[in-house]
C-alpha cells in the first residue's frame, strides 16, 4: 500500500485550497465547456484549432482541479508554536548573516506556504531545518548551493 504524502499547511491555505477548487469545478468548468461548445460549431474538429485549445485547456484544469483535490485530501494543519522560545511553525525569525553581517526576518511555514521572495521559509526547506528547535544566540549552519552559510539568530517572536 502506497501511503500519499502529507502537505503542511496552516488552516487559512486550506480554506484557500478549498475555495479554489469550488471556483475551478463550477465557475471555470463551465467556461471551459463553452469554449468547447463554441470551437465545436466552427466545423471540421481535424482541422479546428480553436476546438484543439479548448481541449488542451479542459485537460489543464482538470489536472488542476486533481492536483488542489490531492493537496486537500491529504493536508496536515500545522499549529503556529506559541512558545517564543524555540524556533517553531509559524516563528519569526530575525538572523544575522555572519559573513555579510546583515539581518533578515523570516516566518517559518510549511511546504505549500513557502514564498523565499516574501521570506517565507518551508520547514523542509535545508534553512528551515537549521533553524527548528534552536534558541536565540544558536549559530546555525547550511549547506547551499554557493557554499556553507552560517547564521546566528537574533530573536525570536
Known amino acids: 500500500m502506497v501511503r500519499e504524502a502529507k502537505y503542511k499547511m496552516s488552516e487559512k491555505r486550506l480554506e484557500e485550497y478549498k475555495e479554489e477548487l469550488v471556483y475551478l469545478q463550477t465557475v471555470r468548468e463551465k467556461e471551459v465547456a463553452q469554449q468547447i461548445k463554441e470551437a465545436r460549431s466552427f466545423g ?8 484543439d485549445e479548448a481541449k488542451t485547456e479542459q485537460g ?19 499549529v503556529a508554536s506559541e512558545t517564543t522560545d524555540i524556533v517553531g511553525m509559524g516563528s519569526l525569525v530575525t538572523v544575522k548573516d555572519i559573513e555579510f553581517n546583515s539581518e533578515e526576518t523570516y516566518e517559518i511555514v510549511g511546504s505549500q506556504e513557502a514564498d523565499p521572495a516574501a521570506l517565507k521559509i518551508s520547514d523542509d526547506s535545508p534553512f528551515g531545518k537549521s533553524l527548528m528547535d534552536c534558541k536565540e544566540g544558536d549559530t546555525v549552519t547550511v549547506d547551499a548551493p554557493v557554499g556553507t552559510l552560517t547564521f546566528k539568530i537574533v530573536k525570536i517572536k
Do not use: G, M, P, R
Open 44 to 51: 471540421d474538429l481535424s482541422e479546428n484549432s480553436e476546438y
Open 60 to 78: 489543464k484544469l482538470y489536472s488542476k482541479i486533481a492536483e488542489i483535490k490531492n493537496l486537500i485530501e491529504n493536508a496536515e494543519i500545522v
